[in-house]
């Protein structure tokens, strides 16, 4: 496993756990929110609601707290999502990786003041816009827990449904699809009762940019420090971080 495929695997077994899950959980709302204002309160017609809803289930959030942001939103609650935009940051983490911020706020100058501080502080460089972006390409992306030999069958399925590729280390099976396959490719291994252990679209790297230990350590901070922020929603990165900076970083946190 790379260590940029390993990092992504830390990252959801981390945020399984994560004492910060009420921030996650206001950072979740948030998304289903103007998703909801923007293309209505019905995931079944609304594309981009139904990818929020799902990523919001993959990280386990209630249903009642899903429905809540979804009828504030459409104004049958309290508060909505009225103000807010999404907003992509980019720039460089120590040692050069190229990392992608993107944030939902209600105040563009607040964020990219904490952002731009954020990358100064822990040894980064916030970019202009269009730096990086060019090194990242948005696929859809799942990822299923299976034994390795029932993986496989999984994988050889998958590319029969229009998948473009998979990796499998130890019981992960990472499948990818292009972005406007994705919803039409998870429901039919749905329908094939395979069911994802997460699903979603999102931004992967085209390729990876490898990182010294000291360099890969600053990058993890700085990631880490980006993604506490409110405001940020998610972050990508191209590092390739060296496995063993990676198990020490599962190790102390």
Do not use: C
Request: proline share 3%; charged share 30%.
């Amino acid at each position: 496993m790379s260590g940029h495929s390993k990092w992504s695997t830390i990252k959801r077994q981390k945020g399984q756990t994560d004492a910060r899950r009420g921030q996650l959980f206001t950072k979740l709302a948030r998304e289903i929110a103007v998703a909801a204002r923007q293309g209505g309160g019905d995931p079944g017609m609304n594309a981009s609601l139904r990818l929020a809803v799902e990523r919001a289930r993959g990280n386990s959030m209630p249903m009642e707290n899903i429905e809540r942001a979804i009828k504030r939103a459409t104004g049958q609650g309290e508060g909505n999502g009225a103000g807010f935009e999404e907003v992509v940051y980019e720039g460089y983490g120590p040692g050069g990786a190229a990392i992608m911020v993107i944030a939902l706020t209600d105040n563009r100058n607040r964020s990219a003041s904490e952002i731009r501080y954020t990358f100064d502080k822990q040894n980064g460089k916030l970019g202009e816009t269009g730096s990086v972006a060019w090194s990242f390409e948005q696929k859809g992306l799942v990822t299923l827990e299976e034994d390795p030999e029932r993986a496989e069958e999984i994988a050889l399925l998958a590319i029969d449904l229009g998948a473009e590729d998979f990796t499998i280390e130890d019981s992960t099976l990472e499948i990818t699809t292009s972005a406007d396959k994705f919803e039409s490719f998870r429901q039919a291994l749905e329908a094939k009762a395979i069911i994802p252990t997460r699903a979603e679209v999102t931004m992967l790297p085209k390729s990876l940019a490898s990182l010294d230990n000291h360099s890969a350590e600053l990058t993890l901070r700085l990631v880490d420090h980006l993604e506490e922020l409110d405001d940020v929603q998610r972050v990508h990165t191209n590092a390739d971080f060296p496995l063993e900076v990676l198990n020490r970083y599962l190790a102390t946190t």
